[in-house]
């Protein structure tokens, strides 16, 4: 049984930084890619951020270039979002996801990953 299971989420003010986690229990995320994807209320799930299972690169959302990094940890089966210089407009239900392999083309689409984390808040003061 594949679990995912994020932390690291809270209130903060603007400015501040957040560390996300992700770990990964029923396969190991190397020959997975992972994304972080997010949800504010009333709105559509997001793509944020994700890293490719093969060539190790990883991919932002124009809103979050610079300021957020996304990572793993194969040994400890982890994944990590590190947010920076947040914003109130970060402020969502943060989840990862991850997925089989996968093409570059199709890391920012929610309905290609396979697996889904429950999500942990992150609100964001001004």
């Known amino acids: 049984q594949v679990q995912l299971v994020e932390s690291g989420g809270g209130l903060v003010q603007s400015g501040d930084s957040l560390r996300l986690s992700c770990v990964v229990s029923?396969?190991?995320?190397?020959?997975?890619?992972m994304g972080w994807f997010r949800q504010a209320p009333g709105q559509e799930r997001e793509f944020v951020a994700a890293?490719?299972?093969?060539?190790?690169?990883?991919y932002y959302t124009d809103s979050v270039k610079g300021r957020f990094t996304i990572s793993r940890d194969n040994a400890k089966n982890t994944g990590f979002l590190q947010m920076s210089t947040l914003k109130p407009d970060d402020t969502a239900v943060y989840y990862c996801?991850?997925?089989?392999?996968?093409?570059?083309?199709?890391?920012?689409?929610?309905?290609?990953?396979?697996?889904w984390g429950q999500g942990t808040q992150v609100t964001v003061s001004s």
């Open positions: 029923g396969h190991h995320i190397s020959g997975y890619s």
């Open positions: 890293l490719h299972w093969s060539n190790g690169r990883t």
């Open positions: 996801a991850t997925k089989r392999g996968g093409i570059v083309s199709d890391l920012s689409n929610h309905q290609s990953y396979d697996y």
